[in-house]
């Protein structure tokens, strides 16, 4: 393929978080690719899911239409009134294939769009701003998302340009993805992050709206067909789904056949309810929190069952 093809290829955008520590090796500049085929009710990034750019509203920014109007003025389908509070109300039924032009024109950041259409180049471009810090670090680019691998052929560009950019490169997935973008992404990664959220898969579509059979074969094809890349395994550890012994042991008994795999285990967290708020949806998980010491006795389980795998043959 033609590298200038790869440079102008567009994709569905919904951040760039420089400086990030905990998403790959060394210092990274993440990715966010919208678009997801899971539906999970923990989901810490509900921007994410649609593949569709999405119109969010921050009423704790907005200025108020005593003093600012401006997303009335350009607001042409009708979307947005005032409400009695003196403050933007949003009907999101008339901003399906709208520019959202509210968004530009809030002065204050209150109405903001989650996904914006961008060029390979345009996002490596960013990327490449912090080069010096990966050079330091070992770090890179991580893709996430999402589910990046959702929008597979942008991905699958991001990734080659990278490398022809000397930037190492890493991604974040769920694993929900056709099995041929899962082969071709594995040779353009030096590490990848591979959720696995639960091993039942009536359990898991339950909670996710989708089974877990392409999740974990996608998992087999990295870690059989591709034993020289790193990966981390990883499992949000999630109230009313996973918090037991027996998921998290029939994970770890899943991956004790992988000696490479290196396995860790993410305490839920309400980080993202703020966002579910903006969307004017209502958080799914509720109040929900995990029990006290629970993740250490969690840890304790699936240490026990990788430390045997020392001793298979």
């Known amino acids: 393929m033609d590298a200038r093809d790869d440079q102008g290829k567009e994709g569905l955008v919904f951040n760039i978080q420089k400086y990030s520590v905990h998403d790959g090796p060394g210092i990274r500049t993440i ?8 539906s999970c009710r923990w989901c810490s990034n509900p921007e994410s899911q649609k ?7 921050n009423a704790g920014r907005c200025l108020g239409l005593d003093k600012c109007v401006r997303c009335l003025e350009v607001c042409v389908r009708g979307g947005l009134t005032r409400s009695d509070d003196g403050m933007p109300s949003i009907d999101r ?19 903001i769009v989650y996904g914006q259409k961008r060029t390979v180049d345009d996002v490596l471009n960013v990327v490449e701003q912090d080069a010096a810090f990966y050079t330091r670090s070992s770090g890179g680019l991580t893709l996430s998302g999402g589910e990046p691998l959702f929008q597979g052929d942008f991905a699958l560009a991001l990734l080659r340009e990278a490398r022809l950019r000397c ?13 041929d973008i899962v082969r071709q992404a594995a040779p353009l990664l030096n590490y990848a ?4 959220k639960h091993a039942d898969s ?23 067909e591709f034993p020289d890349l790193p990966i981390l395994a990883r499992t949000p550890v999630v109230p009313g789904f ?5 998921a998290i042991a029939a994970i770890a008994a899943f991956l004790a056949p992988y000696a490479h795999v290196r396995y860790e285990l993410l305490a839920y967290h309400r980080l993202g ?10 958080p799914p998980m509720g109040e929900a929190t995990l029990a006290n010491g629970r993740i250490s006795r969690l840890q304790s389980v699936a240490l026990g069952i990788l430390r045997e795998r020392v001793q298979m043959p």
């Open 242 to 246: 996973n918090d037991t012994e027996e």
């Open 167 to 179: 930037i190492k490169t890493a991604i974040e997935t769920c694993g929900m993805a056709p099995e």
């Open 273 to 282: 309810t703020q966002k579910y708020h903006f969307l004017n949806r209502t």
């Open 193 to 196: 992050l591979f959720d696995i």
């Open 93 to 111: 039924t008339h901003c399906e294939d709208c520019h959202m032009p509210c968004a530009s024109a809030c002065p204050a950041q209150g109405i």
């Open 51 to 57: 593949y569709r750019p999405e119109l969010a509203y």
């Open 31 to 38: 990715v966010f690719l919208k678009g997801c085929a899971l």
């Open 202 to 224: 009536s359990v898991h579509e339950a909670h996710t709206g989708v089974p877990n059979a392409r999740i974990l074969a996608n998992f087999r094809i990295l870690a059989e």
